[in-house]
């Protein structure tokens, strides 16, 4: 039971260049979400999803753009990389009636 | 916005000592409460749900206070490995059951 699977854990980009953060958890869990987290910031909320085909905007969304075609699958998109987006990504999910969030392994950032 | 204000430390504590943080979150309508533990460059990791009557699990107890809306965690007979950050999240019910997270109180345990 691999849990929560992010990948890449480490991604230098340039100003400009867009990516996919991938997320995939194999727990048939309903709720899926992403968050960043910055020095001395809390975890922000960008974007999550109650099901496949149901995303919706959570508190930093600018700059990013998600899907869920599946229960599994989860990506995050990055349309053009910003040095304002370096940070630790970390994709979370859980079941409907389970509580507290399963945490992937996270993405590390830098945009430069 | 909603927040979740936690003080964050360091809490520099010999081992064996217990060590109590709080954490107070502003939204009075906030349905649910957890501690997370997060250790350096790591996932958070859930750690306990908080229940109104409070709760004990193990060396861990937590206790929630409604009207005054906060939030405790109290740690035992801390050991060395007890060191992390802890994270006190709430839930507002709102999307994906609309976690706030705190930024986190670091803990420190020294032998």
């Known amino acids: 039971n691999a849990g929560v699977t992010q990948t890449p854990k480490f991604q230098v980009l340039k100003t400009g260049q867009s990516m996919t953060l991938q997320c995939a958890q194999d727990m048939n869990h309903e709720y899926m979400s992403w968050y960043r987290q910055d020095p001395g910031m809390g975890l922000r909320l960008i974007h999550y999803s109650v099901g496949a085909g149901i995303t919706d905007q959570g508190e930093v969304p600018n700059g990013y753009n998600v899907s869920r075609s599946t229960t599994e699958d989860f990506p995050l998109r990055l349309l053009s990389a910003a040095p304002s987006q370096t940070s630790v990504y970390f994709c979370a999910s859980k079941g409907q009636r389970i509580y507290g969030y399963t945490f992937g392994s996270g993405t590390r950032l830098t945009v430069v | 916005r909603k927040e979740v204000e936690q003080d964050p430390g360091p809490f520099n504590v010999p081992e064996g000592a217990t060590v109590a943080f709080n954490c107070t979150y502003s939204n009075s309508a906030s349905q649910s409460f957890f501690w997370y533990r997060q250790d350096c460059r790591k996932e958070p990791k859930l750690l306990m749900s908080v229940y109104s009557s409070g709760n004990e699990d193990g060396r861990f107890t937590a206790q929630l206070n409604r009207a005054s809306q906060y939030i405790s965690l109290l740690i035992r007979d801390s050991k060395l490995s007890d060191s992390a950050t802890y994270l006190c999240?709430?839930?507002?019910?709102?999307?994906?059951?609309?976690?706030?997270f705190g930024k986190g109180t670091h803990l420190i345990i020294q032998p």
């Open positions: 999240v709430v839930n507002d019910g709102g999307g994906a059951d609309g976690l706030t």
